[in-house]
């Protein structure tokens, strides 16, 4: 599943950014979606999730508030809204999807380590 995160860049704390996961061949509805980051010198973080037809959802603690996942259909793309920025958010940002049939509990698979088609990543940089 080839899956395609954009909308990375530079933001200064307090301010917005909108992450876009797309994926060309394949219906992303289908799909359980999850958002892990990684920031220099620490280990990867799950931070949020969809099920598939966004049976559930799931924001870590620390985005909670801040970070909204959300699908558009239409689009055949995943978001993660996010807002209040914090110098703490800087790292880079991956997409991964679930095989068809998994993740209903989005976050449970997360902890089965059940995202097994990642993107690339986009760097967000939280900076004044």
């Known amino acids: 599943l080839p899956l395609v995160e954009s909308g990375g860049g530079l933001a200064q704390p307090g301010g917005s950014l909108r992450l876009s996961c797309t994926a060309f061949?394949?219906?992303?509805?289908?799909?359980?979606i999850a958002w892990f980051r990684r920031a220099p010198g620490q280990a990867q973080e799950a931070i949020s999730c969809?099920?598939?037809?966004?049976?559930?959802?799931y924001h870590a603690d620390s985005v909670k508030g801040r970070f909204t996942i959300s699908r558009d259909n239409a689009l055949n793309a995943v978001f993660l809204q996010m807002n209040s920025l914090r110098t703490e958010d800087t790292a880079i940002y991956y997409c991964?999807?679930?095989?068809?049939?998994?993740?209903?509990?989005?976050?449970?698979?997360?902890?089965?380590?059940?995202?097994?088609?990642w993107g690339e990543g986009t760097q967000v940089t939280v900076s004044s």
């Open positions: 969809s099920g598939p037809n966004g049976y559930s959802t």
């Open positions: 061949g394949e219906i992303l509805n289908v799909h359980a």
């Open positions: 991964a999807a679930a095989p068809r049939g998994y993740g209903y509990d989005c976050a449970s698979s997360m902890r089965l380590h059940e995202y097994f088609d």
